[in-house]
């Protein structure tokens, strides 16, 4: 097992979380949400946000590619769609962490394609110094510096996920 360092404990993240979802509460005042979750990283940060906001929710998956072990390809790989419409809805882009930006960049075109009523952002991570692609991020837990990250969603060759803290490896 790798040595694992902890970046963010778990009850900062809860923390965080809470306070994400009360804006996200402001935002969308009895309006219906939809959390578009990036399979797999961004499971576990959408299901506490999604415990902690309190209208109406419903979930859609989408899942696509850009890493190879801990570096980006620099090629977006969609291997599953959405399922539902989106269109004339509200939707949250749920994702664990942003790092170039080109990923999110590609979705939010995706996306807007399908015409949504609204299209927001929110992200656990952001790593500001990686990025290659301008983005607007709506909603953003913590900003952290270049390390490579694991926990609370996120993986080293699908492993770590199930960690309750961010951690990272040295």
Do not use: C
Request: hydrophobic content about 35%; overall charge negative.
């Amino acid at each position: 097992m790798e040595n694992i360092n902890v970046l963010i404990n778990e009850s900062r993240i809860e923390k965080r979380i809470e306070e994400i979802a009360m804006q996200i509460e402001r935002d969308y005042i009895d309006e219906e949400i939809v959390f578009l979750g990036i399979l797999k990283g961004s499971v576990p940060f959408l299901w506490e946000l999604s415990k902690r906001v309190h209208n109406k929710v419903k979930f859609e998956f989408i899942e696509v590619s850009s890493y190879e072990g801990t570096e980006s390809t620099g090629k977006i790989k969609m291997n599953k769609d959405l399922t539902g419409k989106i269109e004339d809805k509200n939707v949250i882009i749920v994702e664990d962490i942003i790092d170039t930006g080109r990923t999110l960049t590609y979705l939010k075109e995706y996306l807007l394609s399908q015409n949504p009523k609204s299209l927001k952002i929110a992200t656990l991570l952001s790593k500001p110094s990686r990025r290659i692609m301008e983005l607007d991020v709506d909603y953003i837990g913590f900003k952290i510096e270049d390390k490579f990250v694991v926990g609370f969603g996120l993986d080293y060759n699908q492993e770590y996920r199930n960690l309750p803290y961010i951690g990272y490896i040295e």
